[in-house]
């Protein structure tokens, strides 16, 4: 009688985790329900190489420099220079503001060459990482993948 109480005592514990564990599931899944999802920005094949050795493309030979691609990605891709030497010395971002990626706005340098900013809805993003700056944009620009080989730099999904 003694072992059927233990038996049945264990058999109720592993009862109570199952239902337990099942009633946090169901509680993050609702909680999760209210909060507002990413629309990603529209996918598009990108596969485009700079030539650094081209003459018009010698300014990214210096840190802080950057080439727009107006024809590249989905509204465009800034091709922004960070460091000399190091093997993220570039990034690619998308000109598509992530406030509202199906529309028709594009993010523009602005004055200073530090930030990205939309003209519709004023969010700013960081030209070095493409994070938001200021809102109201949530969502950090796409970044495409870079690599860099002795004179070119390969831009790509």
Excluded at 89 to 106: M, R, S, V
Aim: proline content about 5%.
């Amino acid at each position: 009688m003694n072992a059927w109480f233990r038996l049945n005592k264990t058999i109720m514990s592993y009862k109570s985790i199952i239902y337990l564990s099942g009633l946090l599931l169901m509680a993050g899944v609702f909680h999760s329900c209210g909060k507002e999802r990413q629309v990603p920005v529209p996918y598009v094949y990108v596969n485009y190489t700079v030539y650094l050795n081209n003459p018009s493309n010698n300014n990214l030979r210096v840190p802080g420099s950057y080439l727009l691609l107006p024809n590249e990605g989905n509204q465009g891709i800034i091709l922004y220079r960070r460091t000399l030497g190091e093997t993220d010395d570039f990034i690619a971002l998308d000109l598509t503001c992530t406030n509202e990626p199906l529309g028709t706005c594009k993010v523009a340098v602005d004055e200073t060459g530090f930030y990205l900013v939309c003209p519709c809805c004023g969010s700013k993003f960081s030209i070095w990482d493409g994070l938001v700056a200021a809102g109201p944009a949530r969502w950090s620009l796409k970044e495409y993948t870079t690599s860099l080989t002795i004179s070119t730099v390969r831009i790509y999904n």
